[in-house]
């Protein structure tokens, strides 16, 4: 009963930044943790950033090493992932994923309530 609809990918030079969105839809949207997955070249989908559904509380994946800040507009039912000084092995779909009562801890990517359908992040030269 919830859709998720990402947007804000693209390409980027090494050392750049940008800015995802992720906007929540749809019927039953209380208490929803909130984050965002990483799929590299494989189909393993790696824990990148996550909100807790309990006020702002942030975890974030041991790749990210302070580069990424992971925001929510409650109003709104959106999350905004911050990437910055991105690199190379950054380049993937990412994802966004929501799960009732998930208070957005590292977590693996089975037993998701809701993903969207990725948005495309490209780090090259």
């Known amino acids: 009963q919830v859709q998720l609809r990402e947007s804000g990918g693209g390409l980027v030079q090494p050392g750049g930044s940008l800015r995802l969105s992720c906007a929540a839809s749809?019927?039953?949207?209380?208490?929803?943790?909130m984050g965002w997955f990483r799929q590299g070249p494989g189909a393993q989908r790696d824990f990148v950033a996550g909100?807790?559904?309990?006020?702002?509380?942030?975890e974030y994946g041991e790749f990210v090493r302070g580069r990424f800040t992971l925001s929510r507009d409650i109003s709104k039912n959106t999350i905004y992932l911050q990437m910055n000084n991105l690199t190379p092995e950054d380049t993937g779909v990412y994802f966004c994923?929501?799960?009732?009562?998930?208070?957005?801890?590292?977590?693996?990517?089975?037993?998701?309530?809701?993903w969207g359908e990725g948005t495309l992040v490209t780090v090259s030269s």
């Open positions: 994923a929501a799960r009732y009562y998930w208070q957005g801890t590292k977590t693996h990517s089975a037993g998701m309530d809701a």
């Open positions: 909100i807790g559904w309990i006020g702002v509380s942030t």
């Open positions: 749809g019927r039953s949207l209380s208490n929803l943790g």
